[in-house]
């Protein structure tokens, strides 16, 4: 199912202001790179003006030094004004940060003027400042253009995962209300009463599933939507299906990917005990660990599965998922021995979107 025009402009407006075109320059992955381009340009310049056979190490050594001191120098000052930067448009948030980056050549280019003569190549201190403002406007803009592009990638990438979430919203309704108006059917005569509460728990699972959220969702909320799934399984599988949970209680308002817990619990139920003639027990487990979240789905399965395609499918729609939401840190891993299928996953604990 595509979003619709109006549901887009609304995905891309929540992303546009999620997403900060300045990235944390607290943080090592764009300090590097600004430090790794600013080497490789006073390494070109060392090389043009003295040439390989007579590589002039000193220039490049005092150059790297003169470099590398503007860098994170206007790297940490522009982490402290990111939040401020951050709220300008896109023009007037550039602008802000070439300026900062200028101020500090300037400051720099004069203090080591004056206080290393080495600098003073006889051309005067003005053309010295010119140039290094020069180089420092060019070298900013190609950073900028950089860290401009890596922002409309990341949009992308969080437009391409909510078209993927309603897409598994799509392909989870036909089939809860196929099974779930099946087992409602064959409860009416026998068990109306059974009957009666699977239809209002029908209604609620599609109420909370198919909703737009005005709040990120939490542990909690996965919960209740898997608690309602099992319900109606239970009706149909009765005896058979047994769960046990273990949900640390500090975590109920943890912030927690919109259906991700859910596709996991149901893959356990199709794929595992309802393929075994006695049933099984589902353990879910919802577990701290350092600066995150680990959740495990444990389920009985028959050694040689027939139905693997949308196993995998689910699997790796969540693998893709947490990837995009939060890159290494959130991580899935599945193993499957001794007739025992077992899911974990894990991400840091902050909101997404």
Known sequence: ??????????IEEGVAADVVFIPDLCAARPV??????????????????????????????????????VVLLSAALLCGLRQLISGFSLPLASLC??????????????????????????????????RNLLVAAVLGGIVLRYFYLQQQL?????????????AL?????????????????SLIVSRPEDAERAVEDLAELLRVSLQEHQRPTVVADELRLCELYLAIEQLRLGDRLQVE?????????????????QPLVENAVYHGVAQLTGGGRIRVSVLPQAGGIRVIVENPAPEAST???????????I???????????????????????????????????
């Open 1 to 10: 199912m595509q979003p619709s025009p109006g549901q887009v402009a609304k």
């Open 32 to 69: 590097f790179v600004m430090v790794l381009l600013v080497e490789l340009m006073v390494l070109v310049y060392a090389l043009s003006a003295s040439g390989l056979p007579n590589f002039d190490w000193e220039t490049l050594a005092l150059c790297s030094l003169f470099g590398q001191w």
């Open 97 to 130: 940060t070439l300026l900062v980056v200028l101020a500090v050549t300037a400051l720099s280019s004069v203090a080591a003027w004056r206080l290393l003569p080495i600098f003073d190549d006889g051309s005067g201190e003005l053309w010295w400042l010119l």
């Open 154 to 166: 990341l949009v992308q990438r969080q437009l391409e995962l909510q078209a993927r979430l309603n």
């Open 245 to 261: 949970w273990e949900v640390a209680p500090a975590l109920r308002e943890a912030p927690m990917p919109s259906l991700i817990l």
């Open 319 to 353: 693998r893709q998922r947490l990837l995009g939401l939060y890159g290494a840190q959130g991580q899935l891993r599945t193993e499957h021995a001794n007739r025992l299928f077992r899911v974990e996953l894990s991400y840091p604990l902050r909101e997404v979107g």
């Open 169 to 185: 919203r799509a392909r989870i309704r036909p089939h809860f209300l196929f099974n779930t108006l099946n087992s409602i059917a």
């Open 307 to 317: 139905r693997t395609g949308g196993h995998r499918m689910a699997l790796e729609n």
